[in-house]
């Protein structure tokens, strides 16, 4: 299963790995509505088959399970961005504060209000133990371009969007088209 294969139906329903079956209900019902092809103004054929299909996986259980199993795997593929280089030195360093940066946007830009992610899932989503992360974070908190909220969870301020947008570093490389990639449909 390559990134290019795989389509991310928590993206299109625009939903959290994480969400109840009556919270993807509701929001199937809000976005079947606005792609429904017979909708004048916003309706997308391609978009609402792909929603419907990933609205009937992750409302069956089984079918939820199995998809869960290829999710995690995808989002390790998609997040390996340190490499083989090793975890030590300025470029390892910079490498942890552009994945900590750049997850902590998505969870942001997908959760406006309340994107934010703790320790423990940066170090699941990044495969990088909390160690070697807690220079990134403390780094990237003393810049101010995230802050610790009063759940312990960590969140992306506006001046840490403002960069993750512009770094074009050769470090961002494998990072970028995470920040900017639109929904998947297939």
């Known amino acids: 299963m ?8 928590y993206e299109i329903l625009q939903v959290s790995p994480n969400a109840q079956l009556e919270t993807i209900h509701r929001v199937y019902r809000i976005l079947a509505q606005q792609l429904h092809p017979d909708n004048p103004e916003t309706g997308n054929d391609a978009q609402f088959r792909c929603l419907s299909e990933g609205y009937r996986t992750l409302s ?18 998609c997040w390996q961005i340190f490499g083989q280089s090793g ?5 390892a360093e910079r490498k942890r504060r552009s994945g900590v940066l ?3 946007y998505r969870a942001r830009t997908a ?15 990044l495969s990088c133990p909390k160690e070697h992360l807690e220079f990134a974070i403390w ?6 371009h995230i802050q ?3 759940n312990g969870r960590y969140q992306i301020t506006v001046k840490g969007a403002e960069t993750a947008e512009q770094w ?4 961002m490389e494998p990072v970028l088209p995470m920040l900017t990639a639109p929904l998947r449909v297939a």
């Open 102 to 104: 750049a997850a902590l």
């Open 2 to 9: 390559g990134k290019r294969d795989f389509v991310d139906y």
């Open 60 to 77: 069956d259980p089984e079918r939820r399970a199995a998809y869960d199993v290829q999710h995690k795997q995808y989002k390790r593929l």
């Open 139 to 144: 780094f990237l908190k003393e810049l101010q």
């Open 87 to 91: 975890v030590h030195g300025v470029e």
């Open 111 to 125: 959760n406006p209000q309340n994107g934010s992610m703790t320790l423990n899932e940066l170090e699941d989503l």
């Open 168 to 171: 074009q570093t050769p470090a």
């Open 148 to 150: 610790r909220g009063d």
